[in-house]
């Protein structure tokens, strides 16, 4: 089974700052099956990447996708007041399986 | 566009089975893969398993032994049933629909999702 590690656990930014998260694989995983979610508090995940760097529908263009094998990332350009949340990636696996890494909170400096 | 909703009791005895039946609205069941997910109170996302419409299951190892994931096309329903239920199981179940690069091809990634519905075991 493949393992998702999410890294910095928390993330302290000011808004208008850049924001670079982590998600590490155990083994490669292909690139067309990674996604990234946003989690506000109370609320459902909302998908934001697919395919690692596909944004979804209404997406705004600051957040980004990149990444392949192993090591994947997900850039916010400019923090903005509402994208402090919990982000997860999650992955598509042999078997097939579906995991979430643990996540990363990006909360207000 | 596609709304889910789940429902079912919120409090549920250990040893038991915990029942959930998530509701399609605004779009046909059919053509898809539909999952369920849970968060405990604090904690990451577990993926529990998933069906298509046409039945066709996959679980999640860790919790295969447990979990029977159905659906009802006419009703536009899928449903869940965790048996056996501990405190551990305690939890936000999220359903949502898995949706892959074409229709019908692998489910990868979940959109849309559900609202969420706490299950509390404890007796």
């Known amino acids: 089974e493949i393992v998702l590690t999410q890294s910095p656990g928390t993330l302290s930014l000011s808004p208008g700052e850049r924001a670079t998260l982590s998600c590490r694989a155990s083994q490669s995983v292909s690139s067309s099956y990674l996604a990234w979610y946003q989690q506000k508090p109370g609320q459902a995940p909302r998908l934001l990447i697919y395919?690692?760097?596909s944004r979804a529908t209404g997406i705004p263009d600051r957040f980004s996708g990149s990444g392949s094998g192993t090591d994947f990332t997900l850039t916010i350009s400019r923090l903005e007041p509402e994208d402090f949340a919990v982000y997860y990636c999650q992955q598509y696996g042999s078997s097939p399986t579906l995991t979430f890494g643990g996540g990363t909170k990006v909360e207000i400096k | 566009q596609v709304q889910l909703q789940e429902s079912g009791p919120g409090l549920v005895k250990p040893s038991e089975t915990l029942s959930l039946t998530c509701t399609v609205s605004?779009?046909?069941?059919?053509?898809?893969?539909w999952s369920w997910i849970r968060q405990p109170p604090g904690k990451g996302l577990e993926w529990i398993g998933y069906i298509y419409y046409s039945g066709s299951t996959n679980y999640n190892p860790s919790l295969k032994s447990r979990v029977t994931i159905s659906v009802d096309t006419s009703k536009n329903q899928f449903s869940l049933k965790l048996s056996s239920v501990t405190a551990a199981d305690t939890a936000v179940y999220y359903c949502?629909?898995?949706?892959?690069?074409?229709?019908?091809?692998?489910?990868?990634?979940?959109?849309?999702w559900g609202q969420g519905t706490l299950v509390t075991v404890s007796s």
């Open positions: 949502a629909r898995i949706i892959g690069w074409e229709l019908g091809s692998s489910p990868i990634w979940f959109d849309p």
């Open positions: 605004g779009g046909s069941i059919s053509s898809y893969y």
């Open positions: 395919g690692a760097s």
